[in-house]
C-alpha cells in the first residue's frame, strides 16, 4: 500500500464555503443565497466579460506563461519593475510558491490565530512548523507575533485586511514591526481585499519592498470578480520573485484570466461602483444587526463577523436549509460566529429575512 508523506497524515483538508448548486441539489431548493466565501456578488466588469467572449477562441493555444501584457500594464499601474511581479493561479498559489520557495520542514513560520487557513495547511504540508499568536481584540497583534520570532523562523504571514475577522493593521504598526523583523525572514503581506480597504492609516507595503524581504499580494478574485478564473498577484525584490518562479509551473495562470483581468485593470469605475455597492450592503447590514441586538466586528472588507452566540451552529444549519449559504466559523475557533459575506440588496435582506425569522422561532421556544 502506497503511504501519503508523515507530514500530511493528520492535515485537514481545506472545506471550502458550499456552492450553490450543491445546495439546491441536497436540499431540494430553488432560491440559494450564497454569501460564504467573500466573493464578489456584483459580477465582473463589463469590459471584462467582453474581453472573455472574444479569448474564448484561443483556448486551443497555451497561454503566455509570463503573463506579458497584463505584466506590463500592471507593472505601469503599481509603478514597479515588471520583474517585481509575479502571477499566481489564484493569490492562493502565491502562498504555496512562497513556501515551497523559501521553507524546509523544520523551519517556522509565524501566524495570528485566527486568520487565512492556507497559510497553516500550506506550511502544514511542507512540514514547516507553524507558530500561533493569537489575535487581539480580533486584530492582529503584531507586537506579539514579534515577540515569538527565533532562530528557527523563517517567514511571518500578515492578512490585511485579515480574514475571517475584516479588521487590518494601520501603517504605524506595519513599520515598527518590520523594523523587529531580521531580514533574513520573508514578511508576507496578504492582501486580497487591499481594494476594498478605505482607510488612511491603512498601509501601502510595497513601498517597502526594497528592504528585499517582503512580499505583498493581491488578486483578481475580490473586487475584480473573477474568482472563478483565479488569478492572484505578487509584488516584491527580484530576487524573491526569482526564487517563487523556480517552483512556479509554466502555464499557471489560464489564457481567460489574463485577458479578463486586463480589461478588468481598465474599469476603474467598475471597481468604484462595486465598493460604493458593498459598503451600503455593509451599513445595511450593520444597522440590521444592531436591530436584531447582534454584535459584528466592523470590518474594512466584503463580509462581516458576526456573533449568533452559543446556539450558532443550528441557526446556520437552519439558515442553510432556508437556502442562505454563509460561513460558520467553528474550523476557526470562533464557535459563536458566522461570516456573512456582503451580497447585493436583495441577497442582504433575504439573509437579514431569513435570519430574523429563525431568531424569532428561537426566543419562543425558549419561552
Ligand atoms: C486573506 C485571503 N487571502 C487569499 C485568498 C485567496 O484568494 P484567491 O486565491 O482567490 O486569489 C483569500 C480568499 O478568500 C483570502 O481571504
Not at 217 to 230: C, D, E, M, P, V
Not at 339 to 367: M, P
Amino acid at each position: 500500500m502506497v503511504e501519503v508523506r508523515k507530514e500530511l497524515r493528520d492535515l485537514e483538508v481545506y472545506v471550502p464555503g458550499k456552492p450553490i448548486e450543491e445546495l439546491q441539489r441536497e436540499m431540494n431548493l430553488k432560491h440559494v443565497v450564497k454569501l460564504a466565501s467573500n466573493e464578489n456578488a456584483f459580477g465582473p466588469s463589463p469590459k471584462a466579460l467582453d474581453a472573455l467572449k472574444s479569448a474564448i477562441y484561443n483556448v486551443n493555444r497555451y497561454p503566455d506563461s509570463g503573463c506579458y501584457y497584463l505584466r506590463r500594464r500592471l507593472a505601469g499601474i503599481l509603478g514597479v519593475d515588471e520583474g517585481n511581479l509575479i502571477f499566481g493561479n489564484g493569490s492562493d498559489e502565491l502562498i504555496v510558491l512562497a513556501v515551497r520557495a523559501f521553507l524546509e520542514a523544520g523551519d517556522e513560520v509565524i501566524v495570528a490565530d485566527p486568520t487565512f487557513l492556507i497559510y497553516r495547511i500550506a506550511s502544514k504540508a511542507a512540514g514547516v512548523n507553524t507558530v500561533s499568536v493569537p489575535l487581539r481584540n480580533m486584530r492582529y497583534d503584531l507586537e506579539a507575533m514579534a515577540s515569538r520570532i527565533s532562530a528557527r523562523t523563517r517567514m511571518i504571514f500578515v492578512a490585511n485586511p485579515d480574514n475571517p475577522t475584516g479588521t487590518y493593521v494601520t501603517k504605524g504598526e506595519v513599520e515598527a514591526f518590520i523594523e523587529k523583523v531580521p531580514e533574513d525572514i520573508l514578511l508576507f503581506f496578504d492582501e486580497a481585499y487591499y481594494e476594498y480597504a478605505q482607510g488612511r492609516d491603512y498601509p501601502d507595503t510595497m513601498r517597502y519592498m526594497g528592504r528585499g524581504n517582503i512580499v505583498t499580494t493581491r488578486t483578481f478574485s475580490k473586487i475584480y470578480g473573477l474568482a472563478g478564473l483565479r488569478l492572484g498577484y505578487g509584488v516584491a525584490d527580484k530576487r524573491i520573485i526569482d526564487g517563487m518562479n523556480k517552483v512556479r509551473e509554466p502555464f499557471n495562470v489560464n489564457l481567460l484570466a489574463q485577458e479578463a483581468a486586463l480589461a478588468a485593470l481598465d474599469d476603474e469605475e467598475y471597481v468604484r461602483f462595486v465598493r460604493a455597492e458593498t459598503d451600503k450592503g455593509k451599513k445595511f447590514l450593520y444597522s440590521e444587526f444592531e436591530r436584531l441586538g447582534l454584535e459584528y466586528v466592523p470590518s474594512a472588507t466584503n463580509f462581516v463577523l458576526v456573533k449568533l452566540g452559543s446556539n450558532s451552529e443550528e441557526i446556520y444549519q437552519r439558515l442553510l436549509r432556508s437556502g442562505v449559504i454563509v460561513r460558520h466559523m467553528k474550523a476557526w475557533g470562533l464557535g459563536e460566529y458566522v461570516r456573512v459575506t456582503i451580497g447585493k440588496d436583495d441577497e442582504n435582506r433575504f439573509f437579514i429575512k431569513t435570519l430574523e425569522t429563525i431568531l424569532q422561532d428561537k426566543s419562543k421556544n425558549l419561552t
